[in-house]
């Protein structure tokens, strides 16, 4: 038996977020996590769904109706997507720039789909020419990729796509959890049919849900393959011609039953953490999609600039950087664990390793949400400065911080 007094209540210490993402939450979405719960048909919590779908979808940039949440996080709603997109034997070209473009891959192979790749190298983006070479000698049912990779901070340009995939006769999916609420998202310019994310980057929010929208021609292609589970059927929705969905709990056709007047029965939506969407979503359309957008830009410019200012290196093709993540190169001298460390320990800040390829090569340091903030910007790049110095960084003391104002107020 474990003596519950044993490990108290839950206090963590105030950290700064300011890696990859998880980053703080706003304090107001963990407001709206602390509400009273409902049932899930209650009709409270129906308008409630109603008005996340409503709240989406600028936030999408999009006028798509099926415009919801997964419960789980970032993940969830992109293997929802694959899952319900794709069935074994169907061809898919991955735009590959990074982790995410890989982890498309992963969940891909586990449905059965015949993948294609067109990768660029890490910190670089795949140029759109070489998207439309390699539909056109593919020939796929699907085109995936991402947005920002946080594994390399480089945008993938997204213009385009859509009118690429449709003459040729492809759906399109974009991940965009990392930019989303940061950068812009403008799924119906761009003619995507899929795109999912998640909180806890530029909305800033905690992980857990994962907001997703879907074309018309994509939904049309996932009712296809409805199969309503036994115990729950009704007379007035049948099964779709198309192959079973190979998931249940991702099953999209049966969770946009349960979003629509239908209210199927499928999960128990996650209560709390449709608030924590919602107000994610209230704090982006309050605060204005430009503005914020132009917030984050200014966090990015100011964080790399102080870099640049301290004698660093920046990571990744200056063209296509995320504006709210930036690696930069550990120097050679520099053991990169240790100045983490000591950052979190001595300036409770949190910034982020790396993986593949660039594990123990660069630190990525975000800007985001709650936390693309002036203040939290130039605290970061003081605490990393002081402790590039207490490691014997040689490096011109001073000049990060009035260097990443300066660009701040360049907005
Ligand atoms: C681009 C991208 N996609 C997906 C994910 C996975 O998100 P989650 O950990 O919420 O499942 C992340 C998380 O870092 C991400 O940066």
Redesign the pocket.
Known sequence: MVDPRLFGEIDPPQRLLMG??PINAHPRVLRAMSADLLGQFDPEMTAYMNQVMALYRPVFGTENHWTMLIDG????G?EAALVSLVAPGDTVLVVNFGR?GL?LTEILARIGAVIERVDAPWGEVVPMAAIAQAIERTGPKLVAT?H???STTMAQPLEGLGALCRAAGALSYV?A??TIGGMEIATDRWGIDVVTC?L??CLGGP?GSAPITISEAAAAHIFARRHVEQGIRRADISDGAGLRIGSNYFDLAMIMDYWSDKRLNHHTEATSMLYAARECARLVLEEGLETRFARHAAAGRAMTAGLRAMGLNVFGDDAHRMTNVTGVYIPDAVDGERVRTAMREHFEIEIGTAFGPLQGRIWRIGAMGYNAMKHKVLLTLGALEACLVAEGFVLPVGEAVPAALAAWHAW
């Open positions: 990859p993402g996080t970032a993940r969830a992109i995410f982890l991402v920002g990779d946080t991940d959890t990392a998640g806890q980057k992980s």
